[in-house]
Every structure is written in structure tokens, then in C-alpha cells.
């Protein structure tokens, strides 16, 4: 029972910081991208737009921050027994992440929102560009630790510990450098999805149309591009999760025994484990997935359970399989829907004929309701990352259930999972409020003399999102 509700607890409080992150890499690298053109091009625009989506760029960040730092206490607290084992491996690439990465975004962004004016264009543009490469290296080095738990490398084993001995080995990881580039550019996608539907709402509203048709095409030609890649990338991380965790790959097709030339059902209504109601299916494509390979062999459910438990002992090693299931096709799904409206988007932002994007209200309310799919994606990306590993926490060496923290009774799991649950929704309503209330605003003006206004507002509205972030 303490493990099932420690595993609600962290989960419900790692998926709600999961909706901040890929947004604040995403939009970190977008508004760098508009400050860029502003600078080289001298186009007042291009600022006004970095300083708009600036704003809610500083407002996620915010919370992001806030959101984080309960991940640290949870595994002290509720996971003492998995700190203990992977505690000296953990400790270098997350000392890097908080030493290295965000010291660096923290330290670049409070020069880019308090030196505007202050500093030369070019330092302030190099500000942002630091923060954004600074989001981006957080990332690599948090990845590198959960690589590690998919996939660990470079350890031995003492006195029931995992000791680190090749740091190298830790970061040549082939699952992160899947695990990174896929979740980077999902992140892109995040970011440039939430900047199209942003200005997609702006133009039905009849703002600055030409001004934010500018932010629409460059944001809907930018998803449309890292969503082919991010769909390219996991292809790659399947071949690759197939190989290093067999059972994952058949938790996603809910295929029970072993087959060649395996197909991949679309959709399965009723039983996943008996005879469904109706499916789709695609002729050998989970070979395809699997291994490349028409013909190829994919393991099932049953034949994977037998060798697990041969090899580690008895117990159940098969996930939860509607869980897994769903959550793959959720995230694939959304990712062919985003792309299919990015690029249908990007095309019609680009003709100038009556059916150009401004003048369609159907695509413009399609890009707006597309602001939550990304989130809806990385969250069902992230769900059957880490729920097709049980009953590993650490694969092949922990189990879940070895992992918690021994003197936490049930009682006190409640007490702080409920006030985690009070916690969170306050400040997922605050950052509703916020970021709506930045999304509905009008452009800022362009810079005339004062040359120390913030990103996006007066001094006043400056002095507010400082007090946010720091």
C-alpha cells in the first residue's frame, strides 16, 4: 500500500512539473530566435514579440522552479532505500545540472531582464542565448540520470550500492543521446506550438495581425520541422528500447506471444488481453518498429515473463498494459495531429491568396485548441517511458518496491500527497491566470527612449516577474 501511494505521490507531482519544462526550453529557444531577428534586422516587430512572449517564457520558469525543488525532498524522504543505491551515481550529473545549467540559465536570465538598456544589444541578445543553451544543458544532465535507470552503464555493484566507475560511460549512454534529442525537440514542439496558438488567437482577435502572422509562420514552419524530427528520434529510441527493454515494447502492443512480421493495431476496442471488439491493425508494422525488418521476430508478453522471472526470480515483470497501450498511441497520435496542422498552418501563412492563414478562422481556432496536445503528447510520452520499466526503478537492478524509504508509514504518505494535491492546484491556477492574462495582452510598444523597459511591460510589470523567478 505505501509503495502504490509513494508512486501516486511522485508521480502526480513529477508529471505536473513535467508541463513547465519542455515549455520553458522551448519557448527559451523561440525567444532568442526573436531577438536574433530583431537585432539583424533592426525590425522593431521582431523585439515587441520577443518582449511579449518573453513575459510568458519568465512566467513558466517561475513556476517550473517552484514546481522542481519538491522532486529533491521526495526522494530523500519517501525513496531513502533508492538514494541509498544510486546515490553515487546521481550525485554527479545532478550536482552538474544544478552547479553547471541552472546557474547558468538563472544567473543570463536576471542579466536579460534587468540589463535591457543597461547593457549593449548584443551582450543582452548573448543573455537569452545562454539561458536557452543553459535550459537545454539542465535537460541533458537531468536525462543522464534517468538514462541511467533505463539503461545503466559504468557501476559496479558494493555492499548492495551501485558505485560510479566511468562517468563517461555514464554519459556515452546510448539511451540518453535517444532520450535527449527525442525529449529536446519535444520540447521545441512544445514551445513553438504554444507561440502559434498564442498568435493564432491574437489575429481572430484582429491585433496587430500583421505582427503576430509574423510569430505564426515561424513557429508553425519551426514545429512542423522538429515534430518530423522528434517522430524520426523515437522511431530510433523504439529500435533501441526493443533491444535493452524487451517487455516495454510488447507492453506497447499488448502482444502476448511471440510473433514474426508482427503488426501494430491502430485502435483496439474491448479486451487487450482477450478478443476485442474491433481493432485496426497494420500489416508487420511493429517489426518494422521493432527491428526494421518485414519479417521480423518481437517478443511477447508471456515468452518475456518467463525469462524475466528465470532470470531475476519469481514475480510479475509485465507492466500495466492498458497503461502502456494507450499512452503510446496518445503520444504518436498527437504527434501526427500536430504535424499535420503545423505544416498545413505554415503553408497557408506563406500564400497570399484569401485562403492565407489570417483570413482562416477554422485553422486560426485549430491552432489554438493544438496549444494543449503538445502537453497532453509529453505527458503520455513520459507516463510509458517510466510505467513500461516496472516493476524496475532501476532496470534489471531495483525493483520499485525495494526502493522506498522503510520508516514512512501509509498515514504520512497521505498527509503530504494530499497537501501536495492543495499545493499544486493553487499554483496551477495562479499560472493559468498569469499566463492567460500574458497570452490576452496587447503587444508591447516599440522601444522609443526608454531604453530600460522590460520584457514586455513598464518598470512596475519588470519588478513583478523579477519577483517571480528570483
Not at 518573453?54 to 521526495?74: D, H, S, Y
Not at 485496426?280 to 521480423?296: C, E, K, Q, T
Request: net charge positive; with cysteine; hydrophobic share 50%.
Amino acid at each position: 500500500m505505501t509503495t502504490l501511494l509513494d508512486r501516486w505521490q511522485f508521480g502526480v507531482t513529477i508529471t505536473y512539473h513535467f508541463l513547465f519544462v519542455p515549455l520553458t526550453i522551448g519557448l527559451g529557444l523561440l525567444v532568442a530566435w526573436m531577438q536574433s531577428l530583431s537585432y539583424r534586422r533592426q525590425d522593431a516587430d521582431w523585439d515587441r514579440l520577443a518582449r511579449f512572449f518573453g513575459k510568458l517564457f519568465l512566467i513558466n520558469f517561475a513556476l517550473g522552479v517552484v514546481t522542481g525543488i519538491v522532486q529533491e525532498f521526495q526522494f530523500g524522504m519517501n525513496w531513502s532505500n533508492y538514494s541509498i543505491f544510486v546515490g553515487n551515481i546521481f550525485g554527479a550529473p545532478l550536482a552538474m545540472e544544478g552547479l553547471l545549467a541552472f546557474f547558468l540559465e538563472s544567473t543570463f536570465l536576471g542579466l536579460w531582464i534587468f540589463g535591457r538598456g543597461r547593457l549593449s544589444k548584443r551582450v543582452h541578445l548573448a543573455c537569452i542565448w545562454m539561458v536557452a543553451i543553459g535550459s537545454t544543458i539542465s535537460a541533458l544532465f537531468i536525462l543522464a540520470a534517468n538514462a541511467w535507470m533505463q539503461h545503466p552503464v559504468g557501476y559496479k555493484i558494493v555492499d548492495h550500492k551501485a558505485l560510479l566507475t566511468d562517468i563517461w560511460a555514464v554519459f556515452a549512454n546510448s539511451t540518453l543521446w535517444e532520450e535527449f534529442s527525442h525529449t529536446v525537440l519535444a520540447a521545441f514542439v512544445t514551445g513553438a506550438m504554444v507561440v502559434a496558438g498564442v498568435s493564432a488567437w491574437q489575429m481572430l482577435k484582429r491585433r496587430d495581425v500583421d505582427v503576430f502572422a509574423r510569430s505564426a509562420k515561424l513557429a508553425t514552419g519551426f514545429a512542423a520541422a522538429c515534430l518530423v524530427a522528434t517522430i524520426t528520434t523515437g522511431d530510433l529510441q523504439a529500435r533501441l528500447m526493443d533491444e535493452q527493454q524487451p517487455m516495454k515494447m510488447a507492453a506497447a502492443e499488448a502482444l502476448y506471444n511471440t510473433a514474426d512480421g508482427a503488426s501494430f493495431s491502430l485502435l483496439t476496442i474491448g479486451n487487450l488481453s482477450g478478443q476485442p471488439i474491433f481493432q485496426i491493425r497494420v500489416p508487420h508494422l511493429l517489426s518494422l518498429i521493432a527491428d526494421m525488418s518485414y519479417n521480423g521476430k518481437v517478443s511477447g508478453i508471456n515468452q518475456i515473463q518467463k525469462a524475466e522471472a528465470k532470470k531475476y526470480g519469481p514475480g510479475s515483470y509485465v507492466p500495466v498494459i492498458w497503461v502502456t497501450y494507450w499512452t503510446f498511441r496518445l503520444m504518436v497520435g498527437l504527434g501526427f495531429l500536430m504535424l499535420a496542422v503545423a505544416a498545413w498552418a505554415w503553408w497557408l501563412s506563406r500564400k497570399r491568396s484569401r485562403w492565407r492563414l489570417a483570413t482562416n478562422r477554422w485553422v486560426l481556432w485549430v491552432l489554438v485548441a493544438s496549444i494543449v496536445a503538445p502537453f497532453a503528447a509529453n505527458t503520455s510520452g513520459w507516463l510509458f517511458t517510466e510505467m513500461g520499466r516496472q516493476p524496475w526503478i532501476v532496470y534489471g537492478l531495483m525493483k520499485t518496491s525495494e526502493a522506498i524509504s522503510p520508516t514512512v508509514g501509509a498515514g504520512s504518505v497521505i498527509a503530504t500527497f494530499a497537501g501536495f494535491v492543495v499545493l499544486y492546484s493553487v499554483l496551477g491556477a495562479i499560472d493559468i491566470v498569469l499566463m492567460s492574462r500574458a497570452a490576452r495582452a496587447s503587444l508591447p510598444p516599440a522601444e522609443g527612449g526608454d531604453e530600460g523597459q522590460a520584457p514586455g511591460g513598464d518598470q512596475a510589470e519588470k519588478d513583478t516577474l523579477a519577483s517571480l523567478v528570483y
